[in-house]
């Protein structure tokens, strides 16, 4: 274990992921690599889904996905973690990102991608990704036993179709996923391979350590494509078997498969688990240590307050919103029930590390999205959201389409299945409300592009509410049917 310099330091892990774009996933190999390497040093160290922490050094990947601009404040420690292969032949990037690679912290697993966008490279840090002790099984089916010869995963075009090709020529199958595949469900499949073939999909041809690294740690050869452009790095060039474009015939006709290469292949696995990328992450460390240092003593950040609230699903975290759940798993901002009864104003630190305070009318939007609360819970959720709204602001519903429907003039009551708002609106005294009650402004059929449909595309319904004070017959009417007058709202 290194020695901890600094130890109240925590890192956060943040894994970009615009909507449900599912490549985003082929982030957890890198992330979870360090993840294991700080928790084994005793850092505590978290992973979590475009979430930045105010308490902690923040280390981002894929910001060329795109980023929050209120990101860029200074009450976050960031570095961004480039995995692009960057410069001539390498990946499109916008100037957004290309800017974020010439000014910010920036860790990098390749030094010809620092060149190609730094003028000072050493103000970056390049680390490895050598064998990973997580990933080891100490009793696994022999290579020879596993039903898969050949394993590709990965993007494809047309220089990667014509690699698999020339190897299919030889006699060989090659098994490639239909559909993009990650983490353990895709390493499940590596472990049933007997090899994995590789080679890069750019023309810069940067040795892709990511794919490489979690194939030899499970324990899986690895067989690439060898040019000219792809230097062999340490740590790979003796656990890895390297072709060049005129030996894959040869390789795969009279050599893989062989009783000499199985051993070969157990050889370069053993040589693969000796290897170890520590002395790159202590000095990765020792740097964020000293960015975080210089960062805590910046003047103490205020109390965050926001104007907008959500009541999420799983997947979903809107940024400048209070993101409030019951559940952990959602990771909200705020772990909080708004269908149970809550005492305001409402003072806590985020679960990101932010100080803040919620108080009565203080909000002009919250948003609930596919809730299947009870009328009992429903009742609770807008009795705290006639307080925390201003006048004029609104909650938002986006809800699976009901079975039923009824809305006035069918129906003197509005209702959703067995939700019935009327005794928030017409009949707002119902509810205990007297000064304000809930208009409802909109209800229409959506489709999952979010735009207005006909009930028959429909995939969800949205319902807005607005908080409107009430006139002066309204509140007398409220007297009549209220046994306190009234006199006590």
């Known amino acids: 274990m290194i020695e901890k310099i600094f130890p109240n330091i925590k890192v956060n892990l943040v894994i970009i992921q615009p909507g449900n774009y599912i490549h985003s996933l082929a982030f957890l190999d890198p992330a979870n690599y360090f993840r294991q390497w700080l928790n084994s040093n005793g850092i505590d160290a978290t992973l979590s889904k475009n979430r930045l922490r105010q308490d902690a050094v923040n280390v ?26 960057i410069g001539p032949g390498g990946a499109d990037i916008t100037p957004e990102y290309l800017e974020i690679l010439k000014t910010k912290n920036i860790i ?23 064998n990973d002790p997580s990933l080891n099984l100490n009793e696994q089916n022999t290579i020879e036993e596993r039903p ?13 179709k014509a690699f698999i090709k020339k190897i299919e020529d030889c006699g060989l199958d090659v098994c490639v996923f239909d559909k993009p595949t990650y983490s353990e469900e895709r390493n499940n499949i590596i472990r049933q391979s007997k090899a994995v073939i590789n080679t890069s999909f750019y023309e810069s041809a940067r040795f892709e350590q990511i794919r490489a690294y979690s194939v030899l740690s499970l324990g899986t050869p690895f067989i690439s494509e060898h040019t000219e452009r792809n230097k062999q790095l340490p740590g790979y ?3 890895v078997f390297w072709i060049k474009p005129t030996e894959i015939e040869r390789f795969f006709k009279s ?13 370069k696995l053993s040589a693969w688990r000796l290897t170890d990328a520590s002395t790159d992450y202590a000095a990765l460390l020792k740097r964020m240590i000293e960015t975080w240092s210089k960062h805590s003593t910046l003047p103490e950040k205020p109390i965050q307050t926001k104007t907008k609230l959500l009541i999420p699903t799983t997947n979903e975290y809107k940024h400048n919103y209070w993101n409030i759940s019951k559940e952990p798993h959602h990771q909200p901002d705020i772990l909080l029930d708004l269908h149970s009864i809550q005492n305001w104003p409402y003072a806590c630190t985020t679960q990101f590390g932010e100080s803040t305070i919620i108080t009565e009318e203080s909000l002009d939007t919250i948003e609930v999205h596919q809730t299947t609360e009870t009328q009992t819970k429903i009742t609770q959720l807008l009795n705290n959201a006639i307080k925390l709204l201003k006048s004029n602001g ?5 809800l699976q389409p009901p079975n039923t429907i009824h809305l006035p003039p069918q129906s003197t009551r509005v209702r959703f299945d067995n939700i019935d708002i009327t005794p928030f609106s017409n009949n ?27 009930r028959g595309k429909a995939v969800f319904l949205e319902i807005t509410l ?21 006199l006590y709202s």
């Not at 996905?65 to 995995?83: D, Q, T, V």
């Not at 990098?108 to 050598?130: A, C, K, Q």
């Not at 898969?148 to 990667?160: A, H, P, T, W």
């Not at 609104?394 to 986006?398: D, L, Q």
Request: glycine letters at 4%; proline letters at 2%.
């Open 428 to 454: 707002f005294w119902e509810s205990g409300f007297f000064n304000y009650k809930f208009v409802l402004t909109k209800c229409s059929w959506i489709d999952n592009d979010y735009k207005i449909c006909d």
């Open 466 to 486: 607005i908080k409107t004070e009430t006139t002066m017959q309204e509140r007398n009417l409220a007297r009549v049917y209220r046994a306190d007058f009234g």
């Open 108 to 130: 990098d697993y390749d030094v010809t991608n620092v060149l190609s966008y730094r003028e000072s490279p050493e103000e970056v840090t390049v680390v490895s990704f050598l």
């Open 60 to 85: 981002i990947y894929g910001a060329h996905l795109g980023i929050p601009a209120s990101w860029e404040h200074s009450k976050y420690c960031k570095f961004f973690f480039n995995l692009e292969q």
């Open 394 to 398: 609104a909650i938002k519903f986006v």
């Open 255 to 267: 050599t893989f498969g062989t009783p000499d290469w199985y051993e070969q292949a157990r050889k």
């Open 237 to 239: 060039e003796n656990s």
């Open 148 to 160: 898969i010869d050949l394993l590709f995963f990965g993007c494809m075009n047309s220089k990667r």
